[in-house]
């Protein structure tokens, strides 16, 4: 089979801006995301625990795979608005897939 | 008779705080003892169901009087107050800037319900009556040291356009009123009211029965929560450790006063100072996150369960247990 | 005396009711109020170790007469009966096709554990008894009606090789004798049966008094997931929301028929109304997602979890009860 | 150390066909996999939730480390049996390993 | 009069035990019936706790004694020794490397709790009292097995630098002395010592009435993770499936043996003998995968968890109860 | 905006070592990691249950984002210290990112 390239979007962020992150997929109009709970450590320190006291200790991961355009203004979203103040990264990966029209902007 | 002492050492050796101290030890020792993460869920949400059931149908046998309003005005207008008198110990010594010390202050004017709950398993320790509208009190304490310390912290922030943005986003007043733990904890008092005494046959055996016990497992998680943070304070000067030790008594102190003006029983005098004295470390942190992202939790976060939190548990509450049964008896005889 | 309003406004403030509309109201205010998904399997487990338990004891203190045999028969046939009649009404007032239309039968058919479990503590709190083997007529209604609602999709299948392949996959198969509800409830029961009332004396901490407490706990969960669900109904045409109320009403008029032709007590009729009346929102779509993976459950689990739970719940139950109690003493005088 | 590329499926899809996937990944003798528990959002609609009343709303997560040839014929064998109806995508990516033999078919 | 057969039916129809059953069914028909992770480790914990501070108080009660001295370093000694038997057995029987054996014959030298716990709950049904410091000989039969195996399994490591780096990593160290299991045993154990009956008061709502329920909902668990094993067991030789049966009945006939000799009441001395049957499948397997990365778990897993806890649980446990009693009867006569 | 490229070690192992793994992580100054609880099956057998009985079956998943060389001794440091006796396996994907410097080995 014949595959095409495109983009996956790999955003890692402190559980508090989920519900932005998730604006800025929805703005965007981004075919869809999948989303993992995980743990880890960077610049802004350990957030590797397994309580749920803390819940701004939680870390989340988005992955969405998109055309390289939507791709570049996703993470461009993502770094203008929430990298000063918040433990975030993103960064990006080709994957090649079956069916390019399933990863196109939703229309409505 | 009941000295400060044997106060102190009943409280020591109750399972509750036996349970936070084992959980302590187990993480100084790294023991790779752990509370799953639902189940630390599922304990602060039955413990608040518990309590805010409890009150609600403590309220529904007594009716509403001049002191309930009076008494949840002045917790609102206390809670208001604290994080002032906070920012002012914290900026006059330590080095600290406006934001995160006006982040630290909105913690200590806000509560921590599990020290409250510790308060009334003490108190039922002791058969000490307490007024049920006390966890309205509680609730109404959440929220407005935000706004103080939001205040105090904006003098901080360099970009104008950060300083003048509205003081509460939707996003803030969604946190702070629906937030889970006043929605659990309001709800279930609505519920206890409204079902009263029959309601609390249905659920005696659910919230009465083996309430200590899932205490005790809350503060195993506690101590092990508070244990890990102890790490990071290494690195605080004097001046701010020292900082979570005196703040509860200044904050019980008026606590007690204000208690004794309003005319509480001994038993809400000293979860009035409870209150006051205890910091929170869920519903303000969280806030914060979406309206003073540029704060450092990670300065308020340790001080306040690495040392304020076992403070109050350990020392405080039967402390100001006597201070307050002190004042009252002035009071009556006086 | 018991009026229709009294009933009704007595269940209304029970507490696993009122949970339920804190939940509900939770779920619409967006809050972030949650119960993790482990406590949420957990519940489930403990309510149908519970009610298994209970109905199995209950059936080892009576012996097994004909009305039992007749009572079983007479749930297995009415839960196959019922997707006709939902999938009528459905293609009758609805653009639906085939294949959503059986889906959605098999749903109606089918039956709701915690609606069930809601009864009989409404049962409870009218100190009216039930006979045990309820519990199998409940878990008898489960599997049936998945056939009927499959039959009927059937026909909507263009792929002749799709409409002819076997109706029973092995999958399908296991899907539903050996899934875990179906699993644990008569596990529970055989259990109960077996140690009677000394295995009674046993559990009686853990599934007697707890009880209401965990009933209330899943409630509100159960508010929570109903109130997430009522955005998606924005998007339905009025009649099958209709349906979503009528529905419940029709098959609980059949259930309370046949309880009253084949004997069963006051509290066994209402049961046997709730049965019917309530729809399936675990063990038929998890059935259908195998069974027929082109229906659309999309539609149905907003319809069942959005109308008709909270309906029976609120609404239904009290209902169906005050019809049962007319109905049997309307037969006793005659 | 010089490395060998080889590829690595990725397959998402509802908890409802987890059993079939990994009857393909056992058949076809792939020689491991690593599953995950994600949400997530895509044609098939919103598939993120955290209770677990709604076992069908759930995603999971295949990633398995096989050579080009396998690889073509997994994610084949899962486009044509379940993206009709199924909520599920597949895509490749490309990854450096150490030791080829470890990713070879299982030979029994 | 109780014959070995009452016994072992009183016990085969007693509802933790027939959860356990209804587990195994579950899993060899493959239903999806699963205990959520978390719910697994909070009734670990939850027993933990329970029997632990159960046994603190009991200890509270008596004062130390000498027979309490001499039971704790007999049970030390016996969980040391038993490896070495269990090795011998292997050796002779199979053609297990050294490696393997001396990890196997470590699990066995070692404790399984809930079969303990199993064993308190059996007592209780036949109303027998148990010393409180058995608890404490659990606690101190985990570790030395671990020992003993380590040291026979060195003699199979072929690289010298493997054989003779130290026993003891700071690690396994840790990983032995602050384990959770022991942490939450030790610690609720003295919890309980130090609260005595008042405590009790205070937890009785939690760890006594509703024990038993856990316990089933623990044993249902058990029941998922043994049946899932035993497809593993197909590839076993016959010599090792022996050996998961027999070895059982030496262990416990070696501490029937001990516990007459201190001295210990039929019920410590059934206990004992259940430790001596019983092997582990938490602490020794996580202890063995740093010390003994070489050991392969999945053939000492499938055993413990697929032969010799069931047996000890379906049969052993009564029937050690039965010879302990004849011992002691026959002292006590002679 | 122009990418750099870097590479991501992704390491799968049984939860017995996670402890070991943080260690090089940290050893070898790592800017960050971030953790997954996964399950899966390969050489060392299966490794996929829900249960928390067993600990020992657990998986866990790093994925580590640095410099190429970085990446070559953390994969070395594994594969040598583990890959005989343990369930672990290890490679590299190559990711592109925004800010090179937040992925620079730590210099405390
Ligand atoms: N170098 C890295 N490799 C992998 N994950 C990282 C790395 N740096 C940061 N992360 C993840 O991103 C989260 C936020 O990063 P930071 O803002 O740098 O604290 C961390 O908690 C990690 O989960
Ligand atoms: N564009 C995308 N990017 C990332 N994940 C996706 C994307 N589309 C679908 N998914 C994942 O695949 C699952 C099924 O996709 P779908 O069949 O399109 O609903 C979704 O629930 C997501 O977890
Ligand atoms: N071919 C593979 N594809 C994806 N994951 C794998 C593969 N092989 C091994 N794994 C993962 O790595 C873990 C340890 O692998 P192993 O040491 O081969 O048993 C497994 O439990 C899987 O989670
Ligand atoms: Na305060
Ligand atoms: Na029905
Ligand atoms: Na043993």
New binding site residues.
């Given amino acids: 089979m014949e595959r095409k390239t495109i983009k996956k979007v790999v955003i890692i962020a402190e559980l508090a801006i989920k519900e932005e992150i998730l604006h800025i997929i929805n703005e965007m109009k ?6 993992y709970e995980v743990r880890g450590m960077g610049e802004k320190g350990v957030r590797d625990f397994e309580t749920t006291q803390l819940e701004y200790f939680k870390n989340i991961k988005f ?4 055309d390289a355009e939507l791709a570049e203004r996703i993470v461009a979203a993502v770094v203008d608005n929430y990298f000063k103040d918040y433990a975030v990264i993103a960064y990006l990966e080709e994957v090649q897939i079956l069916r390019q029209e ?2 196109r902007p939703r229309q409505n | 008779m009941n000295t400060l002492v044997n106060i102190a050492l009943l409280n020591l050796v109750s399972p509750p705080i036996l349970f936070f101290i084992l959980g302590t030890i187990a993480a100084r020792l790294k023991s790779d003892l752990d509370i799953s993460a639902g189940l630390g869920k599922t304990l602060s949400l039955y413990l608040m169901l518990a309590i805010g059931f409890k009150g609600g149908v403590e309220l529904s046998r007594s009716e509403l009087s001049l002191t309930t309003l009076t008494a949840l005005l002045t917790a609102a207008m206390l809670s208001f107050a604290l994080p002032f008198i906070a920012y002012g110990f914290i900026r006059l010594t330590t080095k600290m800037d406006r934001i995160d010390a006006g982040a630290i202050s909105a913690h200590y004017g806000s509560i921590s319900l599990v020290t409250f709950v510790a308060g009334t398993a003490f108190l039922e320790m002791h058969a000490e009556h307490f007024e049920g509208f006390l966890i309205v009190m509680m609730v109404l304490m959440e929220a407005p040291p935000i706004i103080s310390g939001l205040l105090l912290a904006r003098q901080g922030l360099t970009a104008a356009k950060e300083r003048h943005k509205p003081l509460f986003s939707p996003k803030l007043l969604r946190e702070v009123f629906f937030g889970w733990t006043i929605f659990i904890l309001l709800g279930s008092l609505l519920i206890g009211f409204l079902t009263g005494d029959r309601g609390m046959t249905d659920m005696a055996g659910f919230i009465g029965l083996p309430f200590i016990g899932f205490l005790c497992l809350f503060m195993l998680e506690m101590g092990l929560v508070a244990g890990r943070r102890l790490e990071e304070l290494r690195t605080f000067g004097l001046p701010l450790i020292l900082f979570g030790f005196y703040m509860p008594l200044v904050g019980a102190s008026l606590g007690i006063l204000a208690g004794l003006l309003i005319g509480l029983s001994p038993g809400g005098v000293t979860l009035l100072a409870i209150l006051c004295a205890s910091a929170s470390y869920i519903v303000v942190p969280a806030a914060l996150r979406h309206a003073l992202p540029q704060a450092n939790l990670s300065i308020s976060i340790p001080l306040v369960l690495g040392v304020t939190f076992p403070f109050n548990i350990l020392l405080g509450i039967p402390l100001y247990y006597y201070a307050a049964k002190l004042g009252w008896s002035v009071i009556r005889t006086g």
Avoid: D, M, N, S
């Fill in positions: 981004a075919p869809g995301y999948t989303l992955e969405i795979l998109v399933k990863f």
